[in-house]
């Protein structure tokens, strides 16, 4: 079974141009979400969805982050402007909706730099 | 709000020593709770998870842990260390009805020959 796809893999640009990471949830999981990892702050879940709704965006750290979920099989992270301090890897991860013993499966990461 | 506290960001190993693995949880319900695996430049891996329905759990790759509701624990163990073990470990907590989960701040093991 295909698990969680992300891509990009890698993504290199310079600072104030946007960026787009894209994400491809397990067929049939209903909750999506969108974390951040890095060596000062360790993993930090930026935005979760139920049913393609953002439920909680407590964690997205400003304005200039956005995420969508147009359909249950699709979600972008989208970061405009880019800035250095956004370099991180992001990881998506999608589980079933029942209950919240579900383990929640996760993609390989975007690694970002932001020049 | 539910944490973890996972003790030591690094711990070291002989292949074929016991890991032992720390962690610790708040909640002020009972709590599920999981321990993931990370490899260098993947995702992170479910290793186990409890539920309430044991308080010994066994996961892939020969590793247990157990729920001691009265110390508040959820230790990570394995008898005998590969050097494939070599990895870094996540604790992680959920509410009860919540899909949301806090992870703790990791824990690389480190495999010597």
């Known amino acids: 079974d295909a698990g969680v796809i992300q891509s990009p893999r890698h993504e290199v640009t310079e600072m104030g141009q946007e960026v787009t990471l894209r994400c491809k949830p397990i067929?049939?999981?209903?909750?999506l979400f969108w974390y951040r990892q890095t060596m000062m702050r360790g993993l930090e879940l930026l935005i979760y969805?139920?049913?393609?709704?953002?439920?909680?965006d407590s964690g997205m750290p400003e304005d200039r982050f956005s995420a969508k979920m147009p359909n249950a099989s699709f979600s972008t992270l989208k970061i405009q402007p880019s800035e250095p301090r956004d370099s991180a890897v992001y990881f998506c991860?999608?589980?079933?909706?029942?209950?919240?013993?579900?383990?929640?499966?996760f993609g390989d990461g975007t690694r970002l730099s932001i020049l | 709000a539910q944490s973890v506290t996972q003790l030591g960001s690094h711990v070291s190993v002989s292949e074929g020593a016991l890991v032992l693995l720390r962690c610790n949880y708040s909640?002020?319900?009972?709590?599920?709770l999981f321990w993931y695996v990370q490899y260098p430049n993947q995702g992170l891996q479910l290793l186990l998870k409890y539920t309430s329905a044991a308080t010994l759990v066994k996961g892939i790759n020969g590793f247990e842990a157990e729920f001691k509701k009265s110390e508040t624990s959820f230790h990570l163990t394995k008898p005998s260390a590969h050097m494939s073990d070599a990895a870094e470990y996540f604790c992680a907590v959920s509410d009860t009805g919540f899909q949301k989960l806090v992870f703790g701040t990791g824990t690389r093991l480190l495999v010597s020959p």
């Open positions: 909640s002020s319900v009972p709590p599920y």
């Open positions: 969805f139920n049913n393609n709704v953002p439920i909680d």
């Open positions: 991860a999608s589980s079933l909706a029942q209950g919240s013993n579900q383990p929640q499966h």
């Open positions: 067929s049939g999981h209903d909750y």
